[in-house]
């Protein structure tokens, strides 16, 4: 017998610090004590963002201003088996005021969260904890001396994952930056990821593996690294990616780009459009800047990635 699906809404209210709001449920309540981010069902004639918007009413006593679509997720209780449609709720009008939670609780992303956590809300935790911004390297280009004192440039202002991406290097000078570069990632409490090369990713002590899209498309199994990610053109690449529980994806490029010269990017409509509605974070890429940090947020992506955007280069 097939099971009810039920629908529901869950907010990620987010701090400027980036600390978000857990609720823990009440002691009448199914899976009492555990926590959870604020929301509920969506009820019939709703979309999941007027839900969440009245939820958050009901529950808190805030009317939400502005929030961005984030992650979709299943998850199967014993009751019922439940798509969690997640949202960032960045701003908001009123005090909160626990109206049906045991407790709230703002938690920074690198703090434990609390526990027990609602099954279903868990990998949220870990997507939370993935940096807003990556720093793509092209030391093969620029030379590594150069690339090295880029990332430390970048590590300064507040670059925090950074993807080694040095196919043009050979593989000892490869190894070498590798080593050079983790260390100074590590140093800041970065995130370092390999692009393509599981083997150097072990050797030298990575955080994890990105994949491009040919090896996605080709994998049958997740990469066994904390972090694993993947370079998305399609949506069906895209699906690929979630089909095979990585932690996040790039999708792009969204603009025009000197390493896809003559290529139109996607555009900010049609990047909407294929990244929504999936379980894991998407970055946007191509042509980006910091600045663009907003705009690709409110088309729902979890950041940016760049290559030359991060380092004082050109597009």
């Known amino acids: 017998m097939k099971r009810k699906l039920v629908d529901v809404a869950a907010g990620v209210l987010l701090r400027p610090d980036g600390s978000y709001l857990l609720g823990q449920r009440g002691a ?6 555990y926590w959870e981010f604020p929301g509920g069902k969506v009820e019939p004639g709703e979309t999941p963002a007027q839900a969440l918007c009245r939820e958050l009413e009901e529950e808190l006593g805030i009317r939400v201003s502005k929030l961005r679509p984030w992650l979709r997720r299943e998850h199967d209780y014993e009751h019922a088996h439940v798509r969690l449609h997640f949202f960032e709720v960045v701003a908001w009008q009123g005090e909160l005021d626990n109206r049906v939670h045991g407790a709230l609780s703002w938690v920074a992303p690198q703090q ?4 027990p956590m609602l099954p279903a809300n868990g990998p949220i935790l870990k997507a939370l904890r993935l940096p807003r911004t990556m720093g793509i390297t092209h030391a093969s280009e620029i030379g590594v001396a150069a ?3 880029a990332l430390e440039r970048g590590l300064d202002a507040g670059l925090r994952l950074v993807q080694l991406r040095e196919g043009g290097l050979a593989d ?4 070498d930056f590798a080593r050079a570069a983790r260390a100074r990632v590590h140093a800041r409490g970065g995130v370092l990821v390999i692009n393509a090369d599981a083997q150097l990713a072990r050797s030298v002590e990575a955080d994890g593996l990105h994949l491009p899209a040919r090896q996605l498309m080709a994998a049958t199994t997740r990469p066994e690294f904390v972090w694993v990610g993947a370079s998305c053109h399609t949506r069906a690449e895209l699906e690929q990616a979630a089909a095979l529980g990585l932690d996040y994806a790039l999708l792009g490029p969204v603009c025009p780009t000197l390493s896809h010269p003559g290529q139109e990017g996607l555009g900010w409509a049609r990047f909407t459009e294929l990244a929504a509605g999936l379980p894991m974070p998407v970055f946007a890429l191509g042509g980006l800047l910091p600045e663009d940090m907003a705009r690709a947020r409110d088309a729902g992506a979890h950041g940016i990635a760049a290559i030359r955007g991060f380092w004082g280069a050109q597009r």
Do not use: F, I, K, S
């Open 28 to 33: 009448d309540t199914v899976y009492a004590g």
């Open 147 to 149: 690339q090295l004192a």
């Open 112 to 115: 434990p969260a609390c526990e």
């Open 172 to 175: 000892a000078a490869r190894e």
